[in-house]
């Protein structure tokens, strides 16, 4: 099980001075962080940030992602998050033994988790373990940011100078993947957090930590320590025009819509030198990189890479490059004719789309942006412009790689097996986490449908289920501007 980043808690295991207050302390979405944020808030912020210069732990930190069930069942006491799914599975056999999770520190790019937490090798050699003893290929399970890790480790494991598993680790090792909300071509909520530090439940934070965030650090505050988590840039929308749209059109657009949702960053009241016009998710990135220091670009540009590869020559050679291994789109799967794929989740959540922003230069040359939260007006509110997906991923995210991308054969060559299972939000309104029909991002992980899905691919009757579409993904999909070679 490879959790997203609500369920990984950050730990201290530094023992100097300035840290031994916090050993063994979540500096993350605890308790022990609001404290804090209230009484240490130049030391929380010292703590959490990577080095900028290395992407690695600041000299004289370290900070750990917490491991094993007890780190993801409960984010805190009462609010589950994986404990309804590790209960579950244990009623058909499941238990330490041949069950595990595999938490990773999210802040850093992919390739660091390996650098500095052999983060890759050990996952590889734990499956192998797995294997050898049961003498069957293990079932991956993945959350939210978690699917983009595997896809990730997949390429990583197989390459040569890297996992060195050779072309047929992922078919010998590997049944099935089940992928939960996973943000496969990242999603809008990323760019907000990183361009000027807005954020509800931005980048897939659990809400205690953006509480914290909110309540005790300005919005200059938040926006250096997201770039100072390169990790969370790995959620940068993904696929460009072709996927998103451009000025004139979008691949979900509503026929009664004035505006396209392909003009990403809106401006109402314009008179700036630095852009005169509404932005695409092309052209943002750019933007962004205007309004940041160079070491954050540099780390974004080397680490991910976020566009499309049109040919088979394209995708071949990309899988020799480590920074294009996040994107489905520039890469391929595993040649695992056995292998299948389930993707599970939500829909029928408004969810962040576009947004309106406001420039505002200040004295001393500075630049600030920010959202234009006195807009609302329609389908826009406080200045977010919401679509369709699970609240926190946007549905092309979640839904085109498996109902139409990977049908491409470019992007599937062995033609690996993939099912798609939408679940309405049809929440109950006396529960506080939406109950057993949730379709929310993070609640979904307690839905009765979803635990029961997850039990028939675990049990090995993965088989029996039928794909289930109630979307519009299918008509999306096939307006995206991604054609096969034919």
Request: hydrophobic share 35%.
């Amino acid at each position: 099980m490879i959790p997203g980043v609500i369920s990984t808690g950050l730990e201290s295991w530094g023992t100097e001075e300035d840290s031994r207050q916090y050993f063994r302390k979540r500096l993350w979405g605890s308790w022990t962080m609001m404290r804090s944020l209230v009484l240490d808030k130049a030391g929380w912020k010292r703590h959490i940030m990577l080095d900028k210069n290395t992407g690695l732990d600041p000299p004289g930190v370290k900070l750990r992602a917490a491991q094993g069930f007890d780190a993801t069942d409960f984010f805190i006491t009462g609010y589950w998050i994986w404990n309804k799914i590790l209960e579950n599975l244990a009623t058909i056999g499941y238990d330490p033994t041949n069950a595990f999770t595999a938490a990773y520190d999210w802040r850093m790019s992919y390739m660091n988790y390996e650098k500095r937490d052999q983060y890759f090798t050990r996952l590889k050699s734990q499956i192998e373990v797995a294997v050898k003893v049961s003498d069957k290929k293990v079932v991956l399970l993945s959350h939210s940011m978690g699917s983009q890790v595997l896809y990730y480790f997949m390429h990583w494991v197989e390459a040569k100078g890297y996992g060195n598993g050779g072309d047929s680790w992922v078919e010998d090792h590997i049944d099935s993947w089940i992928n939960i909300s996973g943000c496969m071509l990242g999603t809008a909520k990323g760019m907000p957090a990183v361009l000027s530090g807005e954020m509800k439940d931005t980048a897939q934070l659990n809400a205690f930590a953006v509480y914290g965030l909110e309540r005790f650090l300005s919005r200059t505050e938040r926006a250096e320590i997201f770039r100072a988590m390169p990790g969370i840039s790995s959620m940068l929308p993904i696929g460009g025009s072709a996927v998103w749209g451009d000025h004139d059109w979008a691949p979900d657009d509503k026929p009664d819509q004035e505006v396209s949702y392909g003009n990403f960053i809106r401006f109402r009241d314009n008179n700036s030198t630095w852009t005169s016009k509404n932005l695409t998710v092309a052209e943002s990135r750019p933007y962004l990189f205007r309004n940041a220091e160079d070491w954050y670009k540099d780390m974004v540009l080397s680490s991910y890479s976020f566009g499309v590869a049109h040919t088979k020559k394209e995708v071949e050679d990309n899988q020799l490059i480590p920074a294009k291994w996040i994107n489905p789109l520039e890469t391929r799967l595993p040649k695992a004719p056995n292998l299948k794929i389930y993707c599970f989740h939500g829909i029928g959540k408004p969810t962040e789309r576009a947004y309106y922003y406001k420039e505002d230069p200040e004295p001393m040359g500075q630049f600030n942006v920010t959202i234009d939260t006195g807009f609302t007006e329609g389908n826009v509110d406080h200045g977010v412009v919401l679509g369709e997906g699970d609240g926190t991923v946007n549905l092309l995210s979640l839904g085109y790689m498996c109902s139409k991308g990977w049908k491409i054969k470019r992007y599937n060559p062995a033609g690996v097996k993939i099912k798609v299972f939408e679940m309405p939000h049809e929440p109950d309104r006396f529960s506080p986490r939406g109950g057993p029909n949730t379709g929310d991002h993070v609640d979904i992980l307690g839905r009765s449908s979803l635990n029961d899905l997850i039990l028939r691919v675990a049990g090995g009757k993965g088989d029996l289920i039928e794909e289930t579409i109630h979307s519009d993904i299918l008509s999306y999909a096939e307006k995206v501007k991604i054609y096969d070679e034919g």
